[in-house]
């Protein structure tokens, strides 16, 4: 492969990782939203509406957080 060829490859390469984790696609509608946006509509696309699979790590967070706060407000 000549040395042009790599160094650009590698740039992309480069690129999509910086920018990929920031943004997520739906599988539905194939439209891109910001991740922080997603994370804040417990993965459900804010253009469509169609969900998608979150992690166990995911959900036991958002658990956590609303029990917390449910014991915050008690006191």
């Excluded at 920018?19 to 459900?44: F, H, M, Q, S």
Aim: net charge positive; glycine share 2%.
């Amino acid at each position: 492969m000549p040395r042009e060829e790599r160094s650009i490859k590698d740039f992309f390469r480069t690129v999509a990782k910086k920018v990929g984790p920031d943004y997520v696609t739906c599988k539905a509608c194939d439209r891109r939203a910001e991740r922080k946006v997603w994370d804040e509509n417990l993965n459900i696309c804010p253009f469509c509406g169609k969900y998608q699979a979150m992690t166990a790590d995911a959900r036991l967070e958002i658990a956590y957080e609303k029990r917390r706060k449910d014991h915050h407000r008690k006191r």
